[in-house]
């Protein structure tokens, strides 16, 4: 058994797909093949079902895969200990963010931290919270960067700052008249909502002690998939949505008009980066903290009596 054979077994859990495992691993399929063989023959049982299509581990396939994995990821942290050690930043950086941060966040941070961290690589997938968790134990992304509190014990969660929510209100509405508005008066039926999955509708549901019940009077019902959609669909229609602070810092003037915030205790989202507990490379967690804490704007480095809402 070598570490080679476990990457081939992880690649083709991955794929599921011999070809494709093989193509990822720069090898020919035979070669794969034979390998994987032999290490099957070594163990006495067989890790895939061929037969299946896609690929499928076995019962037994399944908690080697798993070993694997584990084996691969405590490998990969010799190096980031030594770099640790000495101080260096460079090697790898797999990054997975929430699709409701990055298009907020990632723009105010992430060219200056590559322009000054030239050896690193930076790889960014935006995942909802379960893929980002399961890809943070499996070894795929190396921080993740979600809402938390999450209920993950294997994992070290870091809060960074805290984000404001806010209502982005039609004129044609009459909480547009209002200067503050209180989250439990919002009408259900005139909000506009994420699709299913997204840890910000959670919270929205939470933060308006909405439940699918109260907006079925509704005559249309759309939920969408980015922030971004659910405003154009307030300003070209009417009703409202709630849009994290961050978004404010790209609206134009006679947009940011139809801003309107929340009464006190102003309710807030709790930004954390997570990693493995186990994750070696320290001075880069460090460095990539470094450059988002001093990218946000400096209030929403503290609560300030502001109240986490969590997922509902």
Same mark, same amino acid.
């Given at each position: 058994?070598?570490?080679?054979?476990?990457?081939?077994?992880?690649?083709?859990?991955?794929?599921?797909?011999?070809?494709?495992?093989?193509?990822?691993?720069?090898?020919?399929?035979?070669?794969?093949?034979?390998?994987?063989?032999?290490?099957?023959?070594?163990?006495?049982?067989?890790?895939?079902?061929?037969?299946?299509?896609?690929?499928?581990?076995?019962?037994?396939?399944?908690?080697?895969?798993?070993?694997?994995?584990?084996?691969?990821?405590?490998?990969?942290?010799?190096?980031?200990?030594?770099?640790?050690?000495?101080?260096?930043?460079?090697?790898?950086?797999?990054?997975?963010?929430?699709?409701?941060?990055?298009?907020?966040?990632?723009?105010?941070?992430?060219?200056?931290?590559?322009?000054?961290?030239?050896?690193?690589?930076?790889?960014?997938?935006?995942?909802?919270?379960?893929?980002? #968790? *399961?890809? &943070? =134990? %499996?070894?795929?992304?190396?921080?993740?960067?979600?809402?938390?509190?999450? /209920?993950?014990?294997? +994992?070290?969660?870091?809060?960074?700052?805290?984000?404001?929510?806010?209502?982005?209100?039609?004129?044609?509405?009459?909480?547009?008249?209002?200067?503050?508005?209180?989250?439990?008066?919002?009408?259900?039926?005139?909000?506009?909502?994420?699709?299913?999955?997204?840890?910000?509708?959670?919270?929205?549901?939470?933060?308006?002690?909405?439940?699918?019940?109260?907006?079925?009077?509704?005559?249309?019902?759309?939920?969408?998939?980015? #922030? *971004?959609? &659910? =405003? %154009?669909?307030?300003?070209?229609?009417?009703?409202?949505?709630?849009?994290? /602070?961050?978004?404010? +810092?790209?609206?134009?003037?006679?947009?940011?008009?139809?801003?309107?915030?929340?009464?006190?205790?102003?309710?807030?989202?709790?930004?954390?980066?997570?990693?493995?507990?186990?994750?070696?490379?320290?001075?880069?967690?460090?460095?990539?903290?470094?450059?988002?804490?001093?990218?946000?704007?400096?209030?929403?480095?503290?609560?300030?009596?502001?109240?986490?809402?969590?997922?509902?």
């Amino acid at each position: 058994m070598n570490l080679q054979q476990l990457e081939y077994i992880v690649a083709v859990d991955t794929a599921r797909h011999f070809g494709k495992a093989a193509e990822k691993c720069f090898v020919t399929q035979p070669t794969l093949s034979s390998m994987i063989h032999k290490l099957e023959a070594e163990l006495g049982v067989r890790i895939f079902q061929r037969d299946k299509k896609p690929v499928i581990p076995t019962e037994v396939g399944k908690h080697i895969i798993a070993q694997a994995r584990s084996v691969l990821q405590e490998t990969k942290r010799i190096p980031d200990i030594v770099q640790t050690h000495i101080g260096e930043i460079k090697g790898e950086l797999r990054l997975g963010i929430l699709p409701t941060l990055a298009p907020y966040v990632l723009p105010l941070f992430i060219q200056h931290f590559i322009r000054m961290y030239k050896q690193v690589h930076v790889t960014i997938k935006e995942l909802l919270t379960e893929e980002m #968790i *399961e890809g &943070l =134990k %499996k070894g795929k992304i190396d921080i993740g960067l979600l809402v938390t509190p999450i /209920e993950e014990k294997s +994992l070290a969660v870091d809060p960074i700052f805290y984000e404001e929510f806010v209502a982005y209100v039609s004129s044609h509405e009459p909480s547009f008249k209002r200067r503050h508005l209180d989250p439990a008066r919002i009408d259900a039926s005139k909000l506009w909502l994420l699709e299913e999955g997204h840890c910000f509708r959670s919270q929205i549901m939470n933060l308006c002690h909405l439940r699918k019940a109260a907006a079925r009077h509704k005559q249309f019902d759309y939920e969408a998939g980015s #922030i *971004e959609t &659910l =405003k %154009k669909m307030v300003e070209r229609n009417e009703g409202m949505t709630i849009l994290p /602070e961050l978004a404010l +810092l790209y609206l134009n003037e006679s947009d940011k008009h139809m801003v309107r915030r929340f009464r006190k205790p102003v309710p807030v989202r709790e930004v954390s980066m997570i990693t493995r507990r186990d994750y070696a490379h320290v001075v880069l967690h460090e460095a990539l903290k470094k450059q988002i804490v001093a990218a946000v704007p400096q209030r929403m480095l503290h609560m300030n009596k502001r109240a986490v809402i969590k997922q509902a």
